[in-house]
């Protein structure tokens, strides 16, 4: 069982909303959790990277945010451009713990 | 920073070709490495994994098969291509600092 789940798995929205992405988790040692944006035909790009510790991270219009209590994390992306269309995966510590992408 | 290069971007191949993809890694040292294979709108499949020179893991039984020659160097090698390996290939490397880096990834066609 994949012990990262993402939501939803595909989103379509107007150019100029806002939207969340969500990730769910179990997996355990936890370490840190990172956001990557995957263009089509292109390699995961990094976004954003939260340790335990850290409740929120910033990278311009991408905001992460982290509940390690209830294992959760969204990724919301505000006023959105037409460049955001993109797979966006959540990987959990250094594992091989991918989510599936939204 | 840790950079992974990968190549070629794209490669058409006909069946029962040999195949080999090189994938290597600047900046960093020991670092672990992978390569995944993502068919279309799909997520990551972790294919093989290495963690030192010498060292592969397979995750999943298939035509496939992966060395590493040097501590920096990761390929991913067919005797004979199917149909059924076309799909888009990433080599990611893996360390304590940076975490997870992709290559930019090769789409495969095998024809």
């Known amino acids: 069982k994949n012990q990262v789940e993402q939501s939803p798995q595909s989103l379509i929205i107007l150019e100029g909303k806002n939207c969340t992405l969500q990730c769910n988790y179990t997996v355990s040692p936890f370490s840190n959790l990172r956001w990557y944006k995957q263009d089509t035909g292109r390699g995961p790009v990094s976004l954003t990277i939260m340790t335990f510790s850290e409740n929120t991270k910033s990278n311009g219009r991408y905001t992460a945010t982290l509940d390690a209590d209830t294992k959760q994390s969204s990724l919301h992306i505000t006023a959105s451009q037409l460049s955001d269309s993109a797979s966006y995966i959540c990987?959990?510590?250094?594992?091989?713990?991918f989510g599936q992408g939204t | 920073s840790q950079t992974i290069h990968q190549w070629p971007a794209t490669l058409v191949q006909p069946v029962g070709s040999p195949l080999s993809l090189e994938c290597t890694v600047e900046g960093t040292s020991n670092p672990n490495l992978y390569w995944y294979r993502q068919a279309a709108g799909r997520g990551l499949q972790l294919l093989f994994y290495?963690?030192?020179?010498?060292?592969i893991s397979s995750e999943v039984p298939q035509n496939l098969s992966a060395s590493r020659p040097q501590d920096r160097q990761f390929i991913l090698s067919s005797k004979k291509l199917l149909l059924s390996d076309s799909g888009f290939y990433l080599c990611?490397?893996?360390?304590?600092?940076?975490?997870?880096?992709f290559g930019s990834g090769t789409r495969l066609t095998v024809v």
């Open positions: 990987v959990v510590s250094l594992s091989s713990d």
């Open positions: 290495s963690v030192g020179i010498g060292q």
């Open positions: 990611a490397g893996q360390d304590s600092l940076y975490g997870y880096t």
